[in-house]
């Protein structure tokens, strides 16, 4: 009988108040970038939204070019990918053949450099390139006065050979990957049940590039209920939700919702305080 697969979000939520998290943890970004979708559905989704529309989900700033190549380098060395046929070391066409999407920094400057992202959390990478992460984070509530500095200094100051892992997370009314802002995705209000309402984890790992950083992100999601198994989790993802404050709410997509989303919770599976 196989061991029973661990659930994404495992030990993601433990007591306390909402706040912006660091929580950068050893990581293995070999592993992290190596097919895990043995049914090809990812792959085939990401060459979807790229055909569609490549030149929305990916972008090369002049700074970004030297670490493409330098990506290529690694992808080869990993053994994931070949050599194409044409001899193009394009990031769109390394991006078709990996599972995770890509962001590179640039570590000198610590700007956004290049990047493919087909399942973006409500964000668009054409908004961010060139510019400083800072100042992408500057449009996320509180975040750059919590831990901002902490993120650019482990952005310069990366070791060669080290790879670190950490998540975000949020709650959509779609189980789909791809919340690109202009998909105008189902967006969360008071009506919600929780039949819609789904856990959107973003898992990110870092590892050093010649000159920059690479971010892979997988986005993994499941129907809220499913916390309930663990009342560790449950509880604790309401008081997030719960003490979460309006500005972080509403750049969350969920200050409407936030008294349906306990209320729906509470209704399924009892909620302690």
Known sequence: MGRRRVPFWKGLFVPGEFGWTFRMRPGDAESFFAPQDESGRLLAEKRKWLDADGGLYTAVTPPGEPLVAA????????????????????????????????????????????????????????????????????????????????????????QPGKAYRRENWGVTRSPERNYHPDLGRPRLDATVTLGELFLRVEQQVFTSLPGGVLMGIRIETCPLADLAADPEAWNAFAEKVRTMPDDVAVYKGMLSAQDAIVREMEKFAPLRG
């Open 71 to 158: 990506l290529w380098d690694l992808a080869r060395e990993w053994g994931h990918v070949s050599r194409p046929e044409d001899g193009s070391r394009s990031l769109l066409e390394l991006a078709r053949r990996w599972e995770p999407d890509i962001l590179l920094v640039d570590a000198e400057t610590v700007t956004v450099a290049a990047g493919c992202v087909c399942f973006p959390s409500s964000w668009s990478l054409q908004s961010a390139a060139g510019k400083r992460v800072h100042e992408v984070h500057g449009l996320v509530p509180r975040l750059n006065a919590q831990i901002g500095g902490k993120i650019d200094r482990f952005l310069s100051r990366l």
